[in-house]
């Protein structure tokens, strides 16, 4: 994990700061009225999500709101029974998750998902597979041109490894390490990619308080390589700290948006999500 | 870390001297042997690459194939056929029975490449039983019905070069067997190879990687298809005539087996396990009734015993797991 | 004079295990017993004894082949007879051509085997195409019948015999003087054939001709009956033993027929005499199958073969056979062989399941 | 319409005796996840021992309960022999390779299915043997036009009550929930307080002895035994489990049904000779369009 | 206070590794006791451990004097320890009914007492009563962890042992949840809580261990470890949103 220790403070944009950010950035990624039902479950419903570029936009809702699944839908997971998913000015309807990395979003996953007996380091090459081409008889022959791009995944992985900070680790299996570090792998794998869009599920569930500063550092620092972030978050520390614009669904429906503190404060998401806030311990 | 690499050097020298030693030792085999022995080699060799052909389906990209033996069969009767009907010679077929199969398994597993585990388990099952029974029930009137094809020349090119003894066939399967391993392990290393370990590890989570599971378990199939003609290719030339029940379910489990035996995915695990599968029978066959009867107990002691296969693939440093562990501490 | 007791030296290639191990468990039981007979007389050669050697093919083709050189590199090996599956037989006979064996069929029966031009290569059984022949000509005149249903189960020996059946019926239906009805397989292995069974009932033949072999014709005999087939119920030669007398229960076998060759039982000639004798003695049975005692009769006329021309050597061996052979009276009876090592004169009969289970020629 | 009113019974008939088989097979199949290539093979095993109890063993029966009872005394005894020789093979062959998943297990499995083969056929000798015709009653039922052995009969309804029973212990019963959940995840499961070797016990002595049972009834249905026929009706079994949907025991028994009617109809529509590439053929078609099989349910895999 | 649960110098290896390196831990009866420390330092082996998942190279566990050490899994269960797992681990293809019941498969004889069981499970967490014929599967992740708690409960334990229950639950649920294992300790359940929401964990428990690759390094009262220097330093991170205030 990156090792800068800055203080919290620099890391928090003061409101103006934030507004003006929203207003020079457009928006990259939409969804129009999405809708995914499950038998006779509407998990989705006519919902409407905007993320602008360069930004860390967060999508919360109480436990099973339909996060997840928009996530999928938008993935290509699972298939919309209603709506559009806008990226880049692109519909990506009908489109399978390989092509959808392809364009540019990647994606983590709530329980984690890594190729479990294969080492760190082929796990993020993998990651690759979707930025470069050569092919089966090039394989087989090895020739020059294989080898050349096989040393450039090699080593763009090693980067990505570094970036993570699981170089240590880049001959373990994935299963073998920690569930903390599992989590920053998968966050490699994605990044692998060089999406412009990297969606991230519940990147801080399992860390503890700490462990979660460290990835609000670090996501931050994914900012500076152009990258747009849309995660979904439980843990207020973290989606406080470092989202631009935060829209909350319930239900399957968005029941407000706006910036973190407006949310933090709308007497609707106190009562459907953050609960009556009853003194702290402290 | 330096210790570690140290290990590392030291044992692949040891793997190359061993390689080797292996290599010569195939060499100069037949020069000691006796022809029985060189034709039971020669099967070894059959098994190693029909072995192969079936790790890369189930090994690499863990799909349940359990009716490979159809598309060996495919290898071999387009062999068979063309070169009884049209005397076309056996070395020019090999490449073409090699696309006829691979050409099968792309026309045939396309709709059911989405089926999961046992499903498609019982999918392969039912097309290996489909080819035989087809077959056998002579189609068009061209392949014998459960006569098979007789009369099938030796491999050769013109007059040239020509196989026709136990020893040239003993070489010419394991030049194609050694061709082969070298080709696999370049896959291996390749994104392709990863690819497919991918698809193993988790489907869901390989697509959303950006890799096309559909197209590369196809891929998978196609390949290891193409490798099993080209096995039928040799087989048919090898014994003069094809028939079908030489490619019954049973042969498809022995298939199978002969890649878990070795350790899925793991190329001198493949070479393990055909041998274990082909020379075990030849050891025991003085027991007549009661091989088999061994045969299947140490089919099972085996997998009790070494579960993960004789020589299971290993990945990256997990051999070294602990000295890694160790240097990671003094670093961190 | 040491070297003269060495003993000679015969392969014997079976289906020791596999599906078709009862077929190589006769085999081998008949062939021992008769070099027990000939070595009881004092062997060949002047002395010299007469030992087997066994391999197994698991009556598949690939360890056929294996088996053969597992015999051919033995280099005391004079000849070899072998063996049960025609598949089988034929990766085989290349091998043994190959390497200038003689090696003589016992159960490959197919007619093409033979029409390959090897030199090395005879068979002591007949061809399916005498026996398809013998079913046209002489039992459906017979039977007076006009329309004929034949069955067979897809396997080498069935489906050869019914299509030389079929051929040789073709001039006359040609002529219009009988009908084929129905053609079909069944799947061997099964237990419940009553869905093909009901499809020929509706084609009401008067002659049903069976060609497979004796497990299912048991089973098929009662469910054809139970389900009111009335023909009459004629088997080939491998459909028809105690054995399936057993799975039909006697109530349906009898009345049942047979167009066999051989059938051990009806031999009188001594050395059927004799060879029955003695395998009675050791095994108080006598083997089931027409096959193994072609695979005796293997053994009989090579040594024969040897001990006149009083060579082991392979081209003075096929010489004799092939030129020299005549009427020799083996097990089976008279035996010579005639350009492409086919039996010369193998007669043919039509049995009959008498109501005590026992076997006889019709009409006799 | 008699004729295919006449077929169709024909193919239940072949039908029920997939299903039987198929009954136990899903069983162990559904819960363990393992292709059990060995539950032909004890089916045959089965048919074999209550052919030996039949002519040597229980003439004793027979003389006290007359021929019903000697038959039931065959079929009881052969489903606890089996029983055993399924919880037998479970201890030696499956138990300890668990743990590194299925794959292993197959192989395992495919020893276990050669050894009892082979057995068998070192015990009885390879010919065929036939139930003799005394011990099995052969009463002929007419019912309208057609003609049904009573035996028939009482096969069947003896399978439609296995599977009913089956399936209330497996779906309602909270010991089957503990079977389900085994099946699903032993760690957790034994985290509840399920006692996983009473499960695995349970499953390994019922299925093969639900196929012994079986195994004794075709015997003497058909009469004829050999030691091979436990492959076919294994892999026959199998296929009724995949096409009616892993783990669901009315699938099974649904799949055993349609296989028999299958064959029926390729057999008479097309040709005998087609008849397994049809059946084949239908499943495949089956599983394109219904990739879990007919009442396979959609499995619950959340991403 | 009598000792409820004792483990005594733990040992657990995985294969050639050392995930435990000698753990000693107490649980006396009515407490609520809470396990902190960085991923990957063995929390989770060592509620495998006590529940009998894992085998133990040396040291001792016992529970009021009882030896625990080869007692098999589904034993310990039935002595009540009740283990909620890590990652929910709910049975997927089973419905929410059926997973409660397997929670009380200790005692299925005891049809009327289940039901009351699952009747406060159902008032706990009035969204699983409205999933209850649903497959566990399709459940939300915060569902599936409130079902797996609710399993746990439904076996009656003396002492629950609760492996991250905070897991991926909406903040307000979370708070429920830290309500919810109050409550039941106020019923008297002693509760072995491993929590990476250390703030919450401490505010809740009597006593914690602070545990660091295998070992445990610091142990105290509550209040105590959240003022400890290096605890707030390691775990309790400086909190973002207060400072927004
Ligand atoms: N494959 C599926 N089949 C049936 N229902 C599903 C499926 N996937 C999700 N659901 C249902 O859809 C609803 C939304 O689920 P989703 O996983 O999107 O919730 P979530 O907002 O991510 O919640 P959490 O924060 O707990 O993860 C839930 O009620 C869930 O039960
Ligand atoms: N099945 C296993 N095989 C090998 N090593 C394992 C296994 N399970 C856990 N480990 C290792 O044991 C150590 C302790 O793991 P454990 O799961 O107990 O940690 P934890 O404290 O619960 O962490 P987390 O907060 O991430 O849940 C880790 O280094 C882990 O990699
Ligand atoms: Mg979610
Ligand atoms: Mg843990």
Redesign the pocket.
């Known amino acids: 994990m990156a090792k800068d220790n800055n203080s919290m403070e620099t890391m928090i944009r003061t409101k103006q700061e934030n507004e003006e950010i929203n207003k020079i950035n457009k928006v990259v990624f939409q969804t129009d009225k999405l809708t995914k039902k499950f038998g006779g479950l509407i998990a989705v419903n006519n919902f409407d999500l905007k993320v602008s570029q360069g930004q860390i936009s967060s999508l919360i809702g109480p436990n099973g709101a339909g996060k997840t699944t928009v996530f999928n839908v938008v993935t290509g997971i699972y298939k919309a029974d209603g709506g559009k998913v806008v990226f880049k000015g692109e519909d990506l309807a009908g489109k399978k998750p390989h092509q959808i990395i392809k364009k540019g979003i990647a994606r983590t996953f709530q329980n984690i998902r890594l190729f479990s007996n294969m080492t760190c380091l082929e796990n993020v090459m993998a990651g690759q597979h979707c930025r470069s081409r050569e092919g089966t008889w090039s394989s087989v022959l090895q020739t020059p041109g294989q080898r050349k791009e096989e040393l450039e995944i090699k080593k763009n992985a090693e980067d990505r490894l570094k970036q993570v900070g699981l170089w240590k680790y880049q001959d373990e299996l994935a299963?073998?390490?920690?569930?903390?570090n599992q989590r920053m792998l998968e966050i490699g794998r994605a990044l692998a990619s060089n999406p412009d869009l990297l969606i991230l599920d519940e990147p801080s569930s399992?860390?503890?308080d700490k462990e979660s500063e460290d990835l609000i550092i670090f996501l931050k620092s994914l900012l500076k390589e152009d990258l747009t972030i849309l995660l979904i978050e439980h843990d207020m520390n973290v989606v406080m700290g470092i989202s631009h614009w935060v829209t909350v669904m319930d239900e399957g429906k968005k029941i407000a948006e706006g910036l973190p503190e407006d949310v933090y404060n709308n007497p609707q998401v106190i009562e459907a999500y953050l609960g009556k806030d009853e003194e702290e311990e402290e | 870390m330096k210790l570690n690499k140290n290990i590392k050097e030291k044992n692949s020298i040891f793997k190359k001297w061993l390689i080797i030693l292996i290599a010569i030792l195939f060499i100069v085999l037949p020069f000691i042997i006796n022809a029985y022995w060189v034709d039971v080699l020669f099967f070894f060799g059959i098994y190693a690459l029909l072995g192969l052909s079936l790790n890369i389906v189930l090994g690499e990209v863990g799909l349940f194939d359990l009716g490979h033996m159809g598309f060996m069969a495919i290898g071999a009767y387009t062999t068979a056929i063309l070169n009884t009907y049209f005397g076309i010679p056996i070395m020019i077929l090999l490449p073409i029975s090699a696309i006829a199969a691979g050409a099968f398994a792309w026309l045939v597993c396309s709709p059911i490449i989405h089926l999961r585990g046992d499903y498609l388990c019982i999918v392969t099952i039912g097309m290996g039983e489909i080819v035989r029974l087809t077959l056998n029930n002579n189609l068009f009137g061209i392949t014998g019905g459960p006569n098979g094809v007789f009369g099938i020349d030796f491999p050769s090119l013109g007059s040239i070069f020509i196989v026709d003894n136990s020893t040239k066939f003993y070489y010419y399967i394991w030049l194609i067997v050694g061709l082969t391993i070298i080709g696999l392990v370049n896959l291996q290393r390749s994104r392709i190879g990863r690819a497919w370990n991918c698809i193993r590890e988790d489907e869901i989570a390989a697509e959303a990687t950006g890799i096309d599971v559909k197209y590369y378990k196809l891929l998978a199939f196609v390949l290891g298809a193409g490798l099993a003609g080209v096995a039928g290719n040799i087989y048919a030339s090898k014994l003069m005539m094809v028939s079908p029940e030489s490619f019954n379910f049973m042969e498809s489990c022995l298939l199978f087996c002969i890649v878990l035996i070795g350790g899925m995915g793991s190329i001198p695990g493949v070479l393990i396990g055909s041998a274990a599968i082909s020379l075990f029978p030849e050891f025991f066959r003085t027991f007549a009734q009661y091989r088999m009867l061994i045969f299947g107990a140490a089919m099972v002691a085996m997998m009790i015993f070494r579960p993960g296969g004789i020589w299971p693939r290993k990945r990256g440093a997990a051999e070294f797991k602990s000295l890694l562990m160790k240097a990671g501490e003094e670093n961190g | 004079m040491a070297a003269d007791k060495l003993p000679v030296v015969i392969g014997l290639q079976a289906p020791i295990t596999g599906a078709a191990a009862i077929e190589g468990e006769m085999a081998k039981q008949s062939v021992e017993i008769a070099a027990q007979m000939i070595n009881e007389k004092g062997g060949i050669l002047g002395g010299r004894m007469i030992e087997i050697r066994i391999a197994d093919d698991a009556c598949q083709p690939k360890a056929g082949a294996l088996a053969a050189m597992k015999l051919i590199t033995q280099k005391d090996i004079v000849a070899a007879i072998q063996t049960y599956g025609s598949s089988v037989t034929q990766p085989a006979s290349d091998i043994y051509e190959k390497f200038k064996k003689v090696n003589i069929a016992y159960g490959a029966t197919v007619t093409g085997l033979t029409e390959r031009g090897l030199k090395y290569f005879f068979r002591t059984c007949g061809r399916t195409d005498t026996q398809g022949a013998f079913f046209a000509d002489e039992v459906v005149p017979l039977f007076n019948a006009k329309k004929i249903a034949i069955m067979h189960d897809n396997q080498t020996f069935s489906l050869g015999l019914a299509e030389d059946t079929k051929k040789a019926l073709q001039p006359k239906i040609d002529a219009g003087e009988v009908e084929l009805v129905y053609f079909d397989a069944i799947t061997p292995g099964e237990s419940d054939y009553t869905v093909p069974l009901t499809k020929l009932r509706e084609t009401n033949p008067d002659i049903f001709y069976f060609t497979g072999y004796f497990p299912e014709a048991g089973l098929i005999i009662r469910q054809a009956r139970d389900i009111g087939i009335t023909a009459v119920f004629v088997g080939g030669d491998a459909a028809i033993n105690e054995d399936f007398i057993n799975i039909a229960g006697l109530e349906y076998a009898t009345g049942c027929y047979q167009t066999q060759e051989a059938l051990i039982e009806y031999f009188t000639n001594p050395e059927a005499m004799a060879f029955k004798e003695a395998y009675k003695a050791k095994y108080n049975t006598l083997p089931s199958s027409p096959w193994s005692v072609y695979a005796a009769d293997a053994l009989w006329v090579l040594a024969e073969a040897i001990d006149k021309s009083g060579s082991t050597d392979s081209d003075v061996i096929a010489d004799y056979l092939r030129n020299k052979m005549d009427q020799f009276p083996s097990i089976t009876g008279p035996i010579g062989f005639d350009e492409i090592g086919d039996r010369i004169g193998t007669g043919i009969n039509l049995y009959v399941v008498n109501a005590d289970g026992s076997f006889g020629i019709y009409g006799k | 319409m008699k004729i295919i009113l006449e077929q169709l019974l024909n193919g239940l008939t072949i039908g029920s005796f997939y299903a039987l088989i198929a009954l136990g097979y899903s069983m162990v199949y559904g819960v363990m996840k393992l292709i059990n290539f060995a539950h032909g093979d004890l089916f045959a095993l089965g048919s074999y021992l209550g052919y030996t109890l039949l002519v040597f063993g229980s003439t004793y029966a027979t003389v006290t309960f007359g021929i019903w009872g000697g038959m039931i005394a065959a079929m009881l005894i052969a489903a606890i022999g089996i029983g055993i020789a399924g919880t037998l093979i479970e201890r030696i062959a499956y138990r300890p390779i668990y743990s590194v998943g299925r794959l292993p297990a197959v192989v395992s499995a495919l020893g276990a299915s050669i050894v009892i083969q082979n057995g068998i056929m070192v015990v009885w000798g390879p010919r065929p043997q036939a139930y003799p015709s005394q011990v099995v009653p052969s009463i002929m039922l007419n019912v309208g036009e057609f003609k049904i052995t009573l035996l028939q009969v009482i096969i069947l309804a003896i399978s439609f009550v296995l599977m009913g029973l089956l399936y209330y212990i497996v779906q309602k019963t909270t010991f089957g929930a503990a079977i389900r959940a085994c099946a699903l995840d032993r760690d957790t499961a034994a985290l509840m307080g399920i006692n996983i070797e009473t499960i695995i016990f349970f499953i390994f002595a019922l299925g093969p002895a639900l196929g012994g049972m079986s195994g004794v009834m075709v015997g003497m249905y058909y009469r004829k035994i050999s030691f091979i026929m436990g492959w076919n009706y294994g892999l026959k079994a199998f296929t009724a489990t995949i096409l009616g949907g892993i783990g669901n025991i009315p699938g099974a028994m649904l799949g055993g049904l349609l296989l028999g009617v299958l064959e029926m109809l390729g057999s008479t529509y097309i040709s005998t000779a087609y008849k397994d590439v049809f059946v084949f053929l239908v499943l495949i078609l089956v599983l394109i369009f219904r990739p879990r099989g007919l009442l396979g349910e959609k499995v619950a895999e959340k991403v | 206070m009598t000792i409820l649960l004792k483990v005594e110098d733990l040992k657990i290896f995985?294969?050639s590794?050392e995930?435990?390196k000698g753990i000693s831990l107490t649980v006396d009866e009515g407490e609520i006791v809470t396990v902190l420390?960085?991923?990957?330092?063995?929390?989770?082996?060592?509620?495998?451990a006590i529940s009998g998942l894992l085998p133990i190279r040396s040291g001792k566990i016992k529970l009021n004097d009882q030896e625990l050490n080869h007692v098999k899994a589904f034993k310990i269960v039935m002595g009540g320890i009740s283990h909620v797992p890590?990652g929910r681990k709910v049975f997927a293809t089973l419905t929410v009914d059926e997973n409660l019941n397997l929670g009380a498969y200790t005692r299925r004889k005891d049809k009327e007492n289940i039901k009351e069981s699952k009747e406060r499970v159902y008032d706990l967490f009035p969204i699983l009563k409205a999933r209850r014929n649903q497959l566990s599967g399709t459940l939300s992740g915060g569902e599936q962890q409130m079902l797996a708690m609710g399993r746990g409960l439904m076996s009656t334990p003396r002492i629950l042992l609760l492996?991250?229950p905070s897991l991926g639950l909406a903040p307000l649920l979370v708070k429920q949840i830290f309500q919810i294992i109050r409550e039941i300790n106020n019923q008297g359940i002693s509760i072995l809580l491993?929590e990476?929401n250390a703030r919450k964990a401490l505010s809740i428990a009597d006593r914690g261990y602070v545990?660091e690759?295998?070992n445990i390094t610091i142990s105290g009262l509550a209040s105590d470890l959240k003022s400890d220097k290096k605890v707030q330093e390691a775990y309790l991170g400086g909190a973002a949103l207060k400072k927004r205030k």
């Open positions: 299963k073998n390490i920690a569930y903390g399992g860390l503890n | 995985y294969g590794i995930a435990l420390g960085a991923n990957g330092a063995g929390k989770s082996t060592l509620l495998r890590e492996d991250e491993v990476q545990m690759t295998g």
